[in-house]
């Protein structure tokens, strides 16, 4: 078994800006395009089109000057005819390639975001509770949104343009080796100023887009959590300090914004600055070729020459802009990456089985000497020990922070246990298949999380398929139809974002509702009544006796009234099992049980 993973396993605690996974850009793309596989047909088409548009973009300058420098200074009527409609057709044709190119770039993109949002998200799903206990939701937010569309520019426009740039880059310099070799030796050497360029700006823009991306994600998470707690909020009289906050990580943002682009507004235009001395250069050099040589034949062969330089320059201009977006890509990518490379705490084994129960409906539960720490070295449980029979109702009792709450979260499987055993019909949950295992787990938490939908979606949200007419039964049988059919649509009613349009009271029973309808082996009520007034509580205590037969079932309680009838009472204290035995038996005891009793904890808190 795994050792307890520390809080710190976890990138998102760190500050992301200085994670480096990979600096190469195009190493961020080939991982991207690796996963890209299954759309190899739609990328060799378009892959066709980037090389026969890179090749005939300099074709046109070559055809221009071959028609100056033989018909028009022949004064050739009917050479000069053929030449122009040859560059009319050949600008048509590269035009249709640019068409093609653009429409299937977009498609490659669309596709690889697509596949990599999906794969995001069955990566997030897939983490252990522990995660989500230390990553703020903003960040993930960030991570299938920005992030994402920050590879789709990448993908759809860098990859592509820079491939047809770099492609009449090539066919430009071999053109203007053939046209002077001379000439084309002064062109190579503005390489090394390029190079040096490149290395003096590219690690000053890439970090500052780290920054800026970093607080963008630090900002949806402030946003979410704001909107999240909006009541709290305005109950303490937090929003100008929220508000504050929130400036200030925006000014964060925007000033790393604008720290990228004032790099970028020095470097795009030395590169400007260096095309354009170097084609001052060239045009000296060739009127000294022409002047030099006597040979007006050589007018031609230097226009020609200067209009493949504008092809062979202009590139550099383009991909100085793509390389900004790229790299805008590249922290997009490192963070997505970094995601999806962050391997769960714990995961099921290789040789895991499905879970087979053995009776018909409730399951033995059993606890042996278990140990569990959310973070190492702060021990939560220390030695839970218990054995719940088939249908047997297990209720936890015990003060704040005494463990109630893990032992339900470890019988659930959210949580691997970091000591001991715990054991389901005798079944290890170490080696059972958490789906299958779960699939057999219904839980009611203090406060139900409902969906956007109707009532009705929410209470079938484990049984999609299930028919109203079964879901109007389970309320019958929990006797609370009441309560939901005086809504204004009835079980049709939207509950809004977060059941925001149904009371406290009617979420609970939308919950319990949901899970007695998966028909579980095992429920977990964790203070499922708490939120419910007294008439509703004693409704539901009423019904679940009946409902209840057969289950097996783990109650923690937040009224001692609630349990009296449990068969099997767990007095929680430091993380132990301090009592245990039925409800008569601890109050003839005379222990933490009877003290908890005797100081009328009925109509208080645990």
Request: glycine residues 10%; contains cysteine.
């Amino acid at each position: 078994m795994k050792p307890v993973i520390p809080l710190t396993h976890f990138p998102d605690n760190r500050d992301e800006h200085q994670y480096r996974p990979d600096s190469d850009v195009w190493g961020l793309m080939r991982r991207v395009f690796r996963g890209a596989a299954a759309h190899r047909g739609l990328l060799l088409r378009l892959a066709v089109q980037v090389a026969l548009r890179g090749a005939l973009l300099p074709l046109g300058a070559w055809v221009m000057g071959a028609v100056i420098n033989g018909p028009i200074e022949r004064r050739e009527v009917d050479g000069i005819l053929v030449g122009a409609a040859g560059y009319g057709l050949l600008a048509v044709l590269t035009n249709w390639l640019f068409h093609y190119r653009y429409l299937y770039a977009l498609a490659f993109g669309e596709e690889v975001v697509h596949d990599l949002r999906a794969r995001l998200f069955r990566h997030v799903m897939s983490m252990p509770m522990a995660y989500f206990d230390t990553v703020k939701v903003g960040r993930l937010i960030g991570r299938l949104t920005s992030d994402v569309d920050g590879i789709r520019g990448g993908v759809q426009d860098v990859v592509f343009i820079s491939a047809v740039q770099v492609g009449q880059m090539v066919v430009a310099g071999v053109m203007m080796a053939v046209c002077s070799p001379w000439m084309f030796l002064s062109v190579l050497m503005m390489a090394p100023v390029v190079w040096w360029a490149n290395r003096r700006f590219s690690g000053r823009i890439v970090d500052a887009q780290r920054r800026a991306s970093e607080r963008f994600s630090r900002i949806s998470a402030t946003l979410a959590e704001t909107v999240a707690g909006l009541r709290e909020t305005r109950a303490f009289v937090r929003e100008e300090e929220n508000a504050r906050f929130f400036a200030q990580l925006a000014r964060d943002q925007a000033a790393f914004n604008v720290e990228a682009a004032r790099t970028s507004a020095k470097f795009l235009p030395f590169l400007d600055f260096i095309t354009q001395g170097f084609t001052a250069v060239l045009l000296f050099v060739g009127g000294w070729v022409v002047v030099e040589s006597g040979d007006a034949t050589r007018v031609g062969d230097v226009i020609r020459f200067l209009l493949l330089t504008g092809m062979f320059f202009e590139p550099i201009r383009s991909l100085g802009n793509q390389y900004n977006t790229a790299l805008a890509a590249m922290v997009g990518a490192e963070r997505v990456f970094r995601l999806l490379d962050t391997l769960p705490a714990w995961a099921d084994q290789s040789d895991a089985v499905g879970f087979e129960a053995r009776g018909e409906r409730g399951v033995e539960v059993e606890f042996r000497g278990v140990d569990f720490a959310y973070e190492a070295g702060k021990p939560v449980l220390e030695g839970v020990s218990f054995l719940a029979q088939p249908g047997w109702t297990v209720a936890l009792v015990g003060e704040t922070g005494s463990g109630k709450t893990t032992v339900t979260a470890l019988a659930a499987k959210f949580y691997l246990a970091g000591g001991g055993a715990v054991l389901i019909d005798g079944q290890n949950l170490c080696g059972v298949l958490s789906e299958s295992y779960r699939s057999h787990v219904a839980i009611v938490p203090q406060q139900c999380w409902l969906f956007s939908g109707s009532v009705l979606d929410n209470i079938r949200f484990a049984c999609p398929d299930v028919g109203e007419e079964r879901v109007v039964e389970v309320l019958e049988r929990l006797g609370v139809r009441d309560l939901l059919d005086g809504l204004p649509d009835g079980l049709l009613t939207d509950v809004g974002e977060g059941g925001k349009n149904v009371s406290a009271g009617q979420r609970q029973v939308i919950g319990f509702a949901r899970a007695l309808l998966s028909e579980p082996r095992l429920l977990i009520l964790d203070e499922a009544t708490s939120a419910v007034d007294a008439v509703m509580e004693r409704r539901i205590q009423d019904a679940l006796p009946g409902l209840l037969e057969g289950r097996t079932s783990l109650v923690v309680a937040h009224r001692l009234s609630t349990i009296r009838r449990a068969d099997l009472i767990l007095v929680m204290g430091r993380g132990r099992v301090m009592e245990h035995g039925t409800h008569d038996e601890l109050l003839a005891a005379g222990g933490m049980y009877a003290e908890l009793w005797r100081r009328g904890m009925d109509g208080g808190g645990l």
